[in-house]
Every structure is written in C-alpha cells, then in structure tokens.
C-alpha cells in the first residue's frame, strides 16, 4: 500500500541529519507534509536547504528531550519516524546527554505520540544495543548486552518503544542501524568511519584507524535505510517488531581506508595510521537481515560502487558552508 494512502502528515525527528533528510526527503516525494525537528546539535541546515522551497515541509528547531519544544506542533500529525539521538562518539564525553536524548526524549515522543493519536511510531535502534556478538549469524534474537553508553541508553529507549506497543496498543516498530553510509554524513565526530576518512583526505589528514584495522562492520547504504523506514510504516505485521537493518556486506576497517586511500589520489604525503582500540568497539559483525528481508527489503549489493559515489558527493558536501 502506498504511503499517502495511510498517511498525510509526519514527523521526523534528527530530520537535519544524515540519515533523517534523506528520510525528510522521501516522505515529501510520497506526498506527505513533513515537520522536521531538529536540535542542530549535529544535524545542519545545508541537509534540508534544497527541499527548503517544498510547499509540505515545516522546519523546526527543537529538542525532542523538552516536550515544550516539540508538543506544538503535534497536531494533525500521524506517523513519526524517530530519529534523533546522541551519537556514539558523544557519549563518553557526556553520558547523561547521551541518555537524556536516547532514552528520555523518546519516551516524551512516545507519550506525545499517544495523546494526539499518532497511527505509526518507527524507531531508530542501533546494532549497539547487542554488545559483542556471540552467535553468528547475529539475528534478532540475539542477546541484548550492550558495551558503550551509547548502547545502553538506545536499548532504554527500544524498550520504552516496545512497551508502548504492549501497553498501550500503539503501533511501534524499532529498526537497528548498522553503519549506515553515503551522501550528507557528518564527518566530524557525530559521523561515521567512511565520511571521517573522506575528510581526512580532503584535509591532508592521516586516516587513523583505532586498533589494528581488522575489526568488521556492516555497511549500509542510506537509502535502504529511508526504504526500511517506509517499508515497515506501510506492513501491520511490523507491529511491535524490532528489525536488523544491514545490509549483509562485510567489510574490516583496513580494507575501507585502503580503498578511500587509494581512490582519492592523495599526493599530500597522508599516511594510513593505528592508534588504540576505542571503548566499546566491536570486533566482528555478522548480521542477518532475513527478518527484515521477509516484508520484502532488497539491500545495495555494490557497497565499492556506492562508495565510490559518497566519495564524490562527499567531497562537493564538505566543501559548502553550513
């Protein structure tokens, strides 16, 4: 079923960021009105400024932990795709923001979400809240033992998402990202690995890899991510359901700097480097997306082609002012 058939107006949360304007992006293709919420903390302006002339977007400057701030403009809307959060990199530095926003704020989206009757809350989850996996391939069913602060308080913030569904039969689904990739990234240290290193490069950088490089991640493509959004928006048997949302691609963090490393052509004197392991960090990913691939989710399969793609918008993107 087509998205404007079930819905006319959303909210995005986190909808100046990466991953949130893409999504912002899509909803106003669909034919939905969207209200975008963003603190600006990490998310930017320059994310949005081409659909800023869209007759069915409302952008907005809010803090989804201050429900005065985000309450206003409830009304009339009927699906939310949370995704605002602190990001990992943040919350060693300040773990009481980090659970402030990853826990606390949703749960205020929740209870918002229920007094004005919203139809559809999709939640932005993360592979963190696993911890260190134990059993491969790592499905849903894995147990849920995170290892970062960032991990914890999104597991906090899935869980208030699930019991809402129980408790008060609203209609929840929780997708965990698994580094997600592609135009629009933060590369500063809101970002991910893939546009840190892209930077690094257009800035005569070293590319730093935290430990010996041979950690593996998952690499999803952005727009799979935007199509899982409104896929499960769209599937009642969605209700209640958490899903992994990688792509299924391995790849260790020593072939991706070697691969932006030889295809930036830095004649800069940059060198790739090793410095030591980050807290928290995760060796090996072995993600099953089957779960998700039942409602019918096809993922990228080229992540090098793809890659090659973020590299060359990347390089346009971080040369604009914000």
């Not at 990466?18 to 034919?31: A, I, K, N, P, T």
């Not at 989804?64 to 701030?69: E, L, T």
């Not at 727009?223 to 048997?237: G, M, Q, R």
Request: charged share 25%; with cysteine; net charge negative.
């Amino acid at each position: 079923m087509e998205l404007n058939n079930i819905y006319k107006k959303a909210i995005v949360t986190g909808g100046a960021g990466f991953v949130g304007s893409h999504l912002v992006e899509e909803l106003l293709d669909s034919g939905l009105e969207v209200v975008s919420i963003d603190d600006f903390s990490a998310g930017k302006m320059k994310n949005l400024d081409h659909l800023s002339s869209r007759p069915g977007l409302k952008i907005v400057r809010a803090d989804i932990s201050d429900r005065s701030s985000v309450e206003p403009f409830m009304d009339g809307v009927d699906v939310i795709f949370n995704n605002a959060a602190s990001k990992k990199n943040i919350c060693l530095d300040n773990p009481e923001r980090d659970l402030e926003v990853n826990a606390r704020g949703t749960l205020i989206m929740l209870e918002l979400a229920k007094k004005y009757g919203v139809k559809k809350f999709v939640h932005a989850s993360t592979g963190s809240v696993y911890g260190e996996p134990s059993l491969f391939p790592q499905t849903e069913e894995h147990p849920l033992d995170p290892v970062s602060y960032y991990g914890v308080s999104k597991l906090a913030g899935e869980r208030y998402v699930i019991l809402y569904s129980k408790l008060f039969g609203l209609d929840t689904t929780c997708l965990r990202y698994f580094h997600v990739y592609g135009p629009r990234q933060e590369s500063n240290e809101f970002g991910g690995v893939v546009s840190i290193f892209i930077r690094n490069m257009l800035n005569g950088e070293n590319l730093t890899i935290f430990g010996d490089g041979t950690q593996q991640r998952s690499f999803t493509w952005v727009k799979d991510i935007v199509k899982a959004n409104i896929l499960v928006a769209t599937k009642p048997e969605a209700n209640g359901e958490c899903y992994n949302c990688a792509s299924g691609i391995t790849v260790t963090i020593n072939e991706l700097a070697e691969f932006i490393y030889n295809n930036m052509n830095s004649n800069s004197g940059t060198i790739i480097e090793h410095g030591d392991w980050l807290i928290g960090d995760i060796m090996k990913f072995d993600v099953s997306n089957d779960k998700i691939r039942s409602l019918g989710l096809n993922f990228e399969t080229d992540f090098w082609e793809k890659l090659r793609i973020t590299i060359a918008e990347m390089q346009t993107y971080l040369s604009t002012k914000v």
